[in-house]
């Protein structure tokens, strides 16, 4: 069973469609962090969310972490090809324990 | 500033053998954690290293080891390997813990026949 469900597991879309990706557990998380990684690389840190309620946005990426800080979502907007990749929520629990979630790999069409 | 390096990129091996990897932090970096990242069950933290001690450790058996430099570059080992083991194993860096951003390397690909 995984801590942190992420959905859908596959998501594929045309370019200029917009998009939300859910990150979702039943336990706490003191914060959430969310990846990208491409083929052959190791995920890269898109943004970190600590505070319950807390909104980012980073260009057309817009991150959520929930009131009860067990759940967030990632939109992105006016999706571009660029976007492809698999993205992975992992939630901080103290003692230094990050786990991840399986992932949601997205594929933007032209 | 150069990222964090892995090597090697590709490794294939046999049941039974014993395998090492090794990863270079980015320089000024003081942690380094192991992840095993599989299609089934995603990314698991295997270990972490901070000073050359072990700091934290996941649900992996025995067979997975792992050790710490005073260069801070680290090796990860795994003995008597299983067909199971075959994943990306991933390195990553950061400057005290891993509270602090991790950065990534880019992965070894362990495939064992």
Redesign the interface.
């Given at each position: 069973t995984?801590l942190l469900e992420q959905s859908p597991q596959f998501l594929s879309i045309q370019e200029g469609e917009n998009l939300t990706v859910y990150c979702n557990s039943s336990s706490v998380f003191s914060s959430l962090q969310w990846y990208r990684q491409e083929p052959?690389?190791?995920?890269?840190?898109l943004v970190?969310v600590v505070t319950g309620g807390e909104v980012k946005k980073l260009k057309r990426l817009t991150f959520q972490f929930g009131d009860a800080r067990k759940d967030s979502s990632l939109h992105i907007t006016a999706a571009q090809t660029g976007d492809t990749g698999l993205y992975?929520c992992?939630g901080?629990k103290g003692?230094?324990?990050?786990?991840?979630?399986?992932?949601t790999r997205l594929t933007i069409n032209p | 500033k150069a990222g964090?390096t892995q090597t090697p990129r590709y490794l294939i091996k046999t049941r039974g053998q014993q395998v090492t990897l090794s990863c270079s932090p980015i320089s000024g970096h003081r942690s380094v954690?192991w992840?095993q990242q599989t299609p089934g069950?995603?990314?698991?933290?295997l270990f972490?290293y901070f000073s050359e001690t072990q700091?934290?450790k996941g649900n992996f058996p025995g067979r997975f080891s792992g050790r710490q430099f005073s260069n801070s570059r680290s090796e990860m080992n795994v003995s008597t390997l299983e067909l199971g083991d075959s994943a990306l194993y991933?390195c990553?860096s950061s400057l005290r813990?891993?509270?602090d951003?991790?950065?990534?390397?880019?992965?070894t690909r362990l495939t064992v026949l």
């Amino acid at each position: 069973t995984q801590l942190l469900e992420q959905s859908p597991q596959f998501l594929s879309i045309q370019e200029g469609e917009n998009l939300t990706v859910y990150c979702n557990s039943s336990s706490v998380f003191s914060s959430l962090q969310w990846y990208r990684q491409e083929p052959g690389e190791g995920p890269v840190l898109l943004v970190t969310v600590v505070t319950g309620g807390e909104v980012k946005k980073l260009k057309r990426l817009t991150f959520q972490f929930g009131d009860a800080r067990k759940d967030s979502s990632l939109h992105i907007t006016a999706a571009q090809t660029g976007d492809t990749g698999l993205y992975l929520c992992a939630g901080e629990k103290g003692a230094q324990k990050l786990v991840f979630g399986q992932g949601t790999r997205l594929t933007i069409n032209p | 500033k150069a990222g964090v390096t892995q090597t090697p990129r590709y490794l294939i091996k046999t049941r039974g053998q014993q395998v090492t990897l090794s990863c270079s932090p980015i320089s000024g970096h003081r942690s380094v954690s192991w992840y095993q990242q599989t299609p089934g069950q995603g990314l698991q933290f295997l270990f972490e290293y901070f000073s050359e001690t072990q700091r934290n450790k996941g649900n992996f058996p025995g067979r997975f080891s792992g050790r710490q430099f005073s260069n801070s570059r680290s090796e990860m080992n795994v003995s008597t390997l299983e067909l199971g083991d075959s994943a990306l194993y991933l390195c990553a860096s950061s400057l005290r813990d891993r509270a602090d951003t991790q950065y990534f390397g880019p992965g070894t690909r362990l495939t064992v026949l």
